[in-house]
């Protein structure tokens, strides 16, 4: 059925006459980092994500867009459909996220714990462009940017919208944008609630895993003169999330909606996050400009479940200096994040301070990048009874580029970068919440060689990379639990290579595919007398696919037909490669037609239509169902 409903459409679309809107394709500019270039003369592999496209995907979160349109692959965490787990190039579901620095108008979204970045606070129709730098990105994103950066950048416009959709399970979403921009003032508004009548059972009174959440966000820039910008924006979130626990293969096999036999088979969280941020920027001429932003997050995390609530404090800052004349670009600056966590027995704390230089150079068709970054990490553990323990680490983070365009179509590209991971907090607890140790960073060397091909009806990029790891950190699970702890992995590797293509058949139908294969191989590893040397990592798929056709029978209906695919990995635990049971393929189709006119739209979205059943594995019988079952929205949005 499903390659029958595929062929259907692209025979309807390649026999349709051309009465579309005509779609052309151009190198998109990547706005996000302190150098502007673009898709053709960057020299990292790259992807670029407009609001236009985000906007057609019609999803109810980043994640899923990341998910399904790109090369990041994103799962619940444990079953959290809030905070989930990223990765790219192969660091593993399990870990993958913390190998990946999320910025949104240039502030970190990582934690300093074991929290993934809280994408869910972003809503989709606020966001401008979504800008992916794999395997680098080190000299201005910092520490943890080894996969590479995910910017997200926010919309400045004078466009006013409101949105509002529907769907199976209880789900109901209102969203809306307004903004304002002159010569002097830019100012915008943006807002989402939403909620969801849970799909799982986590009781045995017939209550789901249902969730609500809220966020509310400004933007504001002010220009007094001609040389001096003045900014200040807030975001605040609120999250009432249960998810439901793991459950058996067998149970899985029988009704993934089933209730957990779990001590805890449901989890209650309230997560709440408040930002405020100020900056500004002065121009003494077209080609030198100082820059200089702060922020400062609240946020709790409160587990009524497991009566347990942390309260973290973030601060960050940027300062830095751009200089531009013609073919020479040069950024230094200064990058700084303090963070604490305060838990009813401890304060821990990582403070990160570092200065950063990149300077890139075009001469003729070549173009070179090259880049410097030197960041100390120190951390602070503070038990409420004891004695407070202390670590510094100095690291250091190179990137080198070359970008040598053949034509105006065509490029190759070359690029080295030393990376590195300071451990997050919670690597220095064990089992039950006892100290563990300071452990050591891990660093990477990052390779990577790449091809770009882009004209109005083609955009085709191909990259290859090659990592080479030392004291990748993990968490050795003892099936006892007697020698679980987070630790370090001696030697490892990865490889493999980037694949997309975005082709423009005719004014009706275009595709795009975004194919990555990964292998991730530990090469010296022994624990607690298992040794894992020439073990592949487990939680990471060789192969994923995700493919998107869309068929436009006339200017004002589009009908998409979207298939992800990543195949069978070993459980997120099984570091010996021998468990029983290993994570399954994941498969999603999904359908959805949009009708627009100038200033609204309707639009129908059916996810996963085979009624695939997926799920994240973290060893045998601990197996927790991620979009198991069919899911449809149905809604409007409104344009002025």
């Given at each position: 059925?499903?390659?029958?409903?595929?062929?259907?459409?692209?025979t309807a679309a390649l026999l349709s006459q051309l009465h579309a809107n005509e779609i052309t394709l151009a190198p998109l500019e990547i706005t996000s980092t302190s150098i502007t270039t673009d898709e053709l003369h960057a020299t990292e592999a790259v992807e670029v994500y407009t609001q236009k496209e985000?906007?057609?995907?019609?999803?109810?979160?980043?994640?899923?867009?990341?998910?399904?349109?790109?090369?990041?692959?994103?799962?619940?965490?444990?079953?959290?459909?809030?905070?989930?787990?990223?990765?790219?190039?192969?660091?593993?579901?399990?870990?993958?996220?913390?190998?990946?620095?999320?910025?949104?108008?240039?502030?970190?979204?990582?934690?300093?714990?074991?929290?993934?970045?809280?994408?869910?606070?972003?809503?989709?129709?606020?966001?401008?462009?979504?800008?992916?730098?794999?395997?680098?990105?080190?000299?201005?994103?910092?520490?943890?940017?080894?996969?590479?950066?995910?910017?997200?950048?926010?919309?400045?416009?004078?466009?006013?919208?409101?949105?509002?959709?529907?769907?199976?399970?209880?789900?109901?979403?209102?969203?809306?944008?307004?903004?304002?921009?002159?010569?002097?003032?830019?100012?915008?508004?943006?807002?989402?609630?939403?909620?969801?009548?849970?799909?799982?059972?986590?009781?045995?009174?017939?209550?789901?895993?249902?969730?609500?959440?809220?966020?509310?966000?400004?933007?504001?820039?002010?220009?007094?003169?001609?040389?001096?910008?003045?900014?200040?924006?807030?975001?605040?979130?609120?999250?009432?999330?249960?998810?439901?626990?793991?459950?058996?293969?067998?149970?899985?096999?029988?009704?993934?909606?089933?209730?957990?036999?779990?001590?805890?088979?449901?989890?209650?969280?309230?997560?709440?996050?408040?930002?405020?941020?100020?900056?500004?920027?002065?121009?003494?001429?077209?080609?030198?400009?100082?820059?200089?932003?702060?922020?400062?997050?609240?946020?709790?995390?409160?587990?009524?479940?497991?009566?347990?609530?942390?309260?973290?404090?973030?601060?960050?800052?940027?300062?830095?200096?751009?200089?531009?004349?013609?073919?020479?670009?040069?950024?230094?600056?200064?990058?700084?994040?303090?963070?604490?966590?305060?838990?009813?027995?401890?304060?821990?704390?990582?403070?990160?301070?570092?200065?950063?230089?990149?300077?890139?150079?075009?001469?003729?068709?070549?173009?070179?990048?090259?880049?410097?970054?030197?960041?100390?990490?120190?951390?602070?553990?503070?038990?409420?009874?004891?004695?407070?323990?202390?670590?510094?680490?100095?690291?250091?983070?190179?990137?080198?580029?070359?970008?040598?365009?053949?034509?105006?179509?065509?490029?190759?590209?070359?690029?080295?970068?030393?990376?590195?991971?300071?451990?997050?907090?919670?690597?220095?607890?064990?089992?039950?919440?006892?100290?563990?140790?300071?452990?050591?960073?891990?660093?990477?060397?990052?390779?990577?060689?790449?091809?770009?091909?882009?004209?109005?009806?083609?955009?085709?990029?191909?990259?290859?990379?090659?990592?080479?790891?030392?004291?990748?950190?993990?968490?050795?699970?003892?099936?006892?639990?007697?020698?679980?702890?987070?630790?370090?992995?001696?030697?490892?590797?990865?490889?493999?290579?980037?694949?997309?293509?975005?082709?423009?058949?005719?004014?009706?139908?275009?595709?795009?595919?975004?194919?990555?294969?990964?292998?991730?191989?530990?090469?010296?590893?022994?624990?607690?007398?298992?040794?894992?040397?020439?073990?592949?990592?487990?939680?990471?798929?060789?192969?994923?696919?995700?493919?998107?056709?869309?068929?436009?029978?006339?200017?004002?209906?589009?009908?998409?037909?979207?298939?992800?695919?990543?195949?069978?990995?070993?459980?997120?635990?099984?570091?010996?490669?021998?468990?029983?049971?290993?994570?399954?393929?994941?498969?999603?189709?999904?359908?959805?037609?949009?009708?627009?006119?100038?200033?609204?739209?309707?639009?129908?979205?059916?996810?996963?239509?085979?009624?695939?059943?997926?799920?994240?594995?973290?060893?045998?019988?601990?197996?927790?169902?991620?979009?198991?079952?069919?899911?449809?929205?149905?809604?409007?949005?409104?344009?002025?």
């Open positions: 059925m499903q390659k029958t409903l595929q062929f259907s459409l692209l985000i906007e057609a995907a019609h999803v109810q979160n980043i994640y899923e867009f990341l998910n399904k349109e790109t090369s990041v692959t994103a799962m619940p965490s444990y079953g959290n459909p809030f905070a989930q787990k990223l990765d790219m190039h192969g660091y593993g579901i399990g870990d993958g996220y913390q190998n990946i620095v999320i910025r949104v108008n240039g502030r970190k979204l990582n934690n300093i714990d074991m929290v993934p970045q809280l994408l869910s606070s972003i809503s989709p129709n606020q966001i401008e462009r979504i800008e992916i730098i794999k395997s680098s990105g080190i000299v201005e994103g910092g520490d943890g940017a080894n996969a590479g950066v995910i910017n997200i950048i926010t919309k400045e416009s004078n466009e006013k919208q409101i949105g509002f959709y529907a769907g199976t399970y209880n789900t109901v979403d209102g969203n809306f944008y307004a903004g304002h921009t002159d010569d002097k003032l830019s100012l915008s508004v943006s807002g989402e609630a939403q909620k969801n009548g849970g799909t799982r059972y986590i009781d045995d009174n017939g209550n789901k895993d249902q969730n609500k959440f809220s966020n509310f966000s400004f933007d504001l820039s002010y220009t007094p003169v001609d040389a001096l910008e003045l900014r200040l924006n807030g975001l605040t979130s609120d999250i009432d999330t249960w998810y439901a626990s793991s459950l058996t293969k067998a149970q899985y096999d029988e009704d993934p909606t089933q209730k957990s036999d779990s001590y805890y088979s449901g989890v209650h969280q309230l997560y709440t996050s408040d930002v405020i941020g100020a900056g500004a920027s002065y121009y003494f001429n077209d080609k030198l400009s100082l820059n200089a932003d702060f922020s400062h997050e609240y946020k709790t995390s409160n587990y009524i479940t497991y009566d347990s609530e942390s309260k973290y404090t973030y601060n960050s800052y940027n300062v830095n200096a751009k200089y531009s004349d013609n073919n020479f670009k040069v950024t230094v600056g200064i990058d700084g994040f303090n963070g604490d966590r305060k838990a009813s027995k401890n304060t821990t704390t990582k403070d990160n301070i570092a200065g950063y230089i990149s300077a890139e150079y075009r001469l003729s068709n070549s173009t070179f990048k090259a880049g410097y970054r030197y960041e100390k990490v120190s951390y602070e553990y503070a038990p409420v009874n004891g004695v407070s323990l202390t670590q510094d680490d100095s690291l250091d983070g190179i990137e080198l580029g070359y970008n040598l365009a053949l034509n105006k179509e065509q490029s190759i590209f070359a690029n080295y970068t030393k990376s590195y991971q300071a451990p997050d907090i919670d690597r220095f607890f064990n089992w039950g919440g006892t100290f563990n140790n300071f452990i050591s960073p891990m660093k990477a060397d990052n390779y990577t060689l790449g091809y770009n091909y882009i004209t109005k009806r083609n955009k085709f990029k191909i990259s290859a990379y090659y990592i080479d790891l030392k004291d990748e950190i993990y968490y050795y699970s003892d099936p006892t639990y007697v020698a679980s702890k987070n630790t370090n992995i001696d030697k490892s590797h990865k490889y493999g290579f980037d694949f997309y293509d975005k082709f423009v058949v005719n004014e009706q139908f275009n595709f795009s595919i975004n194919y990555n294969y990964v292998m991730a191989k530990i090469d010296t590893e022994i624990e607690n007398g298992e040794d894992f040397s020439g073990k592949e990592l487990p939680g990471v798929s060789n192969h994923n696919v995700k493919a998107v056709l869309n068929y436009m029978p006339n200017t004002h209906t589009t009908l998409s037909l979207t298939e992800i695919y990543r195949s069978e990995a070993y459980a997120a635990n099984d570091f010996t490669n021998s468990f029983i049971q290993k994570q399954d393929a994941y498969t999603s189709t999904d359908i959805s037609v949009t009708y627009s006119e100038k200033s609204w739209e309707v639009f129908a979205k059916v996810n996963n239509i085979f009624n695939q059943n997926n799920g994240l594995w973290i060893k045998d019988d601990k197996i927790y169902p991620v979009n198991f079952t069919t899911t449809a929205i149905a809604g409007i949005n409104l344009k002025y």
